[in-house]
């Protein structure tokens, strides 16, 4: 078993949907979890980050962190064709070493 | 520079063959990691720097894989001996290395072995 698992999609919804992502892990030891944003042949990109449980909001963007239920969730309002992009998971317990899922594709159609 | 800049962008080479893959970390950033991510797949840890050392180096596949930063800015990844399976995109990153790390990549080199 992966110590991060991420349903890889893909996913495809209209534009203007609300958009849910998640991951699952299975190290107790994380603290530092991630969202990153991969468009086609570039490198991620930072979206947000969060320290322990809780949850963060920036723009259309929310991630929640439940460390009881091992489950962080990204979620994405008003989506935009721009949207459209690997998004990836990351975790870490320290801050040396990012584990990451294996990414879930979003298309956001007009 | 403004960003972490990777050379070259795409790589050949044949079976056997040895090859070097450059990164540019950010100026001031002190922490640098290396990443290699397969096509569908999330990046996959290889090797950490903080300064000229390597702190963890526990993704390393096997001995064909070395990194080098030895100025504590640029860094180099070397692959001995290419095999077809080593090919994949290598991803470094660099981060303030203050803790709570945020990591910021760039766009990756391309390896493709033949």
């Known amino acids: 078993q992966k110590e991060v698992e991420q349903d890889p999609g893909p996913l495809s919804v209209p534009e203007g949907a609300i958009v849910s992502l998640n991951c699952t892990y299975s190290?107790?030891?994380?603290?530092?979890f991630m969202w990153y944003r991969q468009y086609s042949r570039k490198g991620p990109e930072l979206l947000m980050y969060t320290y322990s449980s809780g949850n963060k909001e920036d723009g259309r963007f929310t991630a929640q962190v439940d460390k009881s239920s091992k489950y962080i969730s990204l979620f994405i309002r008003d989506s935009q064709p721009s949207d459209s992009a690997t998004y990836l998971c990351?975790?870490?317990?320290?801050?040396?070493?990012?584990?990451f899922g294996t990414g879930t594709r979003l298309q956001v159609f007009p | 520079g403004a960003g972490v800049s990777q050379t070259p962008s795409n790589k050949v080479t044949e079976k056997g063959k040895y090859v070097e893959l450059r990164c540019d970390p950010i100026?001031?950033?002190?922490?640098l990691y290396w990443y290699r991510q397969s096509l569908g797949q999330g990046p996959e840890f290889l090797i950490y720097?903080?300064?000229?050392?390597?702190?963890?180096d526990s993704g390393l596949p096997n001995d064909r894989f070395f990194a080098v930063r030895p100025e504590g800015s640029v860094s180099t990844l070397k692959i001995q001996r290419t095999e077809r399976g080593d090919s994949a995109v290598y991803l470094c990153a660099s981060s303030s290395g203050q803790g709570g790390e945020k990591l910021f990549f760039g766009s990756g080199t391309q390896l493709s072995v033949l």
């Open positions: 190290n107790s030891a994380f603290q530092y």
């Open positions: 990351a975790m870490s317990a320290r801050t040396d070493k990012l584990i």
């Open positions: 720097f903080q300064g000229t050392g390597a702190a963890d």
């Open positions: 100026s001031g950033h002190t922490a």
